[in-house]
C-alpha cells in the first residue's frame, strides 16, 4: 500500500517507516522539519535499503499538501506531524491548538477530496488525564490537563465526528504510553531540538555529565515514591502502526492503547540504565513538577486481542539501545 506519513522524519515516524517498508508497503514523507532533520532518511535508507520519497511541507498547507496527494494514490495516512512538547504547549497554546488541529483538518480535507478512507492517529495516553484506576482501559474517562493533552483530545473528537460523516472511513486513534529506545542498529533514535523535557533524554545528558538529572518527586504513593509510567520501545510502538493498517479496510472508529502493561519508576529506570550501560546517572531528588500524575499503566490486552500487537522488547532493551543511539551524539 501507498501510506502517506506525516511527521515521518520525527522520533516514532521514522521508526514507523522502516516497519512500514519491511512489510512491503511504499511510504510516502511529509515533514516540515520543525522538530526533526533530513539526516533521518539516510538512517531509514541505510537500515531498509529503501530511501522513500519525502516532500518538505507544513501539513496545514492545503496546496502543498493536495499536490502530494495528486501525484498518489495513498491507501492510508499515518499522522504523527504535531507539537508535542507539553511545557512548552503550556508557554504557548495559540500555537499548539493551530498546529496540531489546522494540521489535522487539512489532511482530512485532502483525505475526503482525494478518495482516502484510513487513518491511523498519534493519541496519546494523557488524554486519560489522572486516572481513577490502573491499569488504564480504551472506555476510561477522559481529561487533560494542558493544551497539549487537550489537542489530542480534540483531535480525536474531530476525528470520531468525521468519521460519522464520513461513513466508509476508518479511523484508528493509537493511544501512546511513554516511547523510549532507538533503532537497535543506532542509526536511528529520538534527537529533541533544545533542552529535552522527558526522562530518558535527560538521563542520557546526565550521563554525558551535560546536566543533573532532577527527580521530580519521591513522595508520591508508589513503591518507591517516584512516579511511575508504561515505557515502551520506540521499535515497538512503530510494529503497532503497521499491526493497526489492519483496520484499513474496516469502516468505524477503533481505539487502542499502545504500551507494555507495566510500570517503572524514575529510579527503576536511572538504576537498569546504570547497571545495562555502565555509566553513573547524577541525581538530585526535586519536588513535583507541576502537572505529573503518580502512575501510570496500559492494559494492552485489547490491542493484543484485536491486532495481534504485542510489545516484546523489556526496559533493558530500551535503555541499551537509547544509549547506543544517543552516546557519541
Ligand atoms: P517528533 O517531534 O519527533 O515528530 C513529529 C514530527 O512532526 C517532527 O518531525 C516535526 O518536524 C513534524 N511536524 C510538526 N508539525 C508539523 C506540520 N505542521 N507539518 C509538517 N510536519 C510537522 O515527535 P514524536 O515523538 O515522533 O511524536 C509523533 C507523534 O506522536 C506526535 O503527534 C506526538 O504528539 C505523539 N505522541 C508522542 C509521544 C512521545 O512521548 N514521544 C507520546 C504520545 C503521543
Ligand atoms: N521525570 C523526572 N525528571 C525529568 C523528567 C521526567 O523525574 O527530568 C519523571 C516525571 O516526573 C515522570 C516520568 O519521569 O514521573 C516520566 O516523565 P516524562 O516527561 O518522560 O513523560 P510523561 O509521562 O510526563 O509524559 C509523556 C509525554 C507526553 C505523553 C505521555 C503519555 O511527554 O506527551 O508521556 O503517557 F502524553
Not at 110 to 125: D, L, P, Q, V, W
Not at 128 to 155: C, H, Q, R, V
Not at 218 to 238: E, F, K, M, Q, S
Not at 297 to 302: G, R
Request: proline share 5%.
Amino acid at each position: 500500500m501507498q501510506i502517506l506519513v506525516t511527521g515521518g522524519t520525527g522520533y516514532i515516524g521514522s521508526h514507523t517507516v522502516i516497519e512500514l517498508i519491511r512489510y512491503g508497503h511504499t511510504p510516502v514523507i511529509v515533514d516540515n522539519l520543525s522538530n526533526s532533520k533530513i539526516t533521518a532518511l539516510d538512517g531509514i535508507e541505510k537500515i531498509s535499503g529503501v530511501r522513500p520519497e519525502f516532500y518538505e511541507l507544513d501539513v496545514c498547507d492545503k496546496a502543498a499538501l493536495s499536490q502530494v496527494f495528486k501525484t498518489h494514490d495513498f491507501a492510508a495516512c499515518i499522522h504523527f506531524a504535531g507539537l508535542k512538547a507539553v511545557g512548552e504547549s503550556v508557554r504557548l497554546p495559540l500555537e499548539y491548538y493551530k498546529n496540531n488541529l489546522l494540521s489535522t483538518i487539512t489532511l482530512l480535507e485532502c483525505m475526503r477530496e482525494n478518495g482516502c478512507k484510513c487513518i491511523i492517529f498519534s493519541s496519546s495516553a494523557t488524554v486519560y488525564g489522572d486516572p481513577a484506576s490502573l491499569p488504564i482501559k480504551e472506555d476510561f474517562p477522559l481529561s487533560t490537563t494542558n493544551p497539549y493533552g487537550t489537542t489530542k483530545l480534540m483531535i480525536e473528537r474531530i476525528l470520531r465526528d468525521f468519521q460519522f460523516a464520513n461513513k466508509e472511513c476508518s479511523v484508528t486513534l493509537l493511544r501512546y504510553f511513554n516511547p523510549i529506545g532507538a533503532h537497535p542498529t543506532g542509526l536511528l533514535g529520538e534527537d529533541p531540538n533544545g533542552i529535552p523535557n522527558n526522562l530518558l533524554p535527560v538521563v542520557m545528558k546526565a550521563a554525558k555529565g551535560e546536566l543533573t538529572l532532577n527527580v521530580f518527586g519521591n513522595d508520591y504513593d508508589t513503591p518507591d515514591g517516584t512516579g511511575v509510567r508504561d515505557y515502551i520501545h520506540v521499535c515497538d510502538l512503530a510494529a503497532g502502526h503497521t499491526a493497526a493498517l489492519k483496520n484499513a479496510g474496516k469502516p468505524g472508529v477503533f481505539v487502542y492503547n499502545l504500551g507494555t502493561g507495566s510500570g517503572f519508576s524514575v529510579l527503576e529506570i536511572i538504576n537498569t540504565f546504570e547497571r545495562v550501560n555502565g555509566v553513573k546517572v547524577p541525581y538530585v531528588i526535586a519536588d513535583r513538577r507541576p502537572g505529573d500524575i503518580a502512575a501510570c499503566y496500559a492494559d494492552p490486552s485489547k490491542a493484543e486481542r484485536e491486532l495481534g500487537f504485542k510489545a516484546v522488547h523489556g526496559i533493558e532493551d530500551m535503555c541499551r539501545d537509547a544509549w547506543n543511539y544517543a552516546k557519541d551524539r
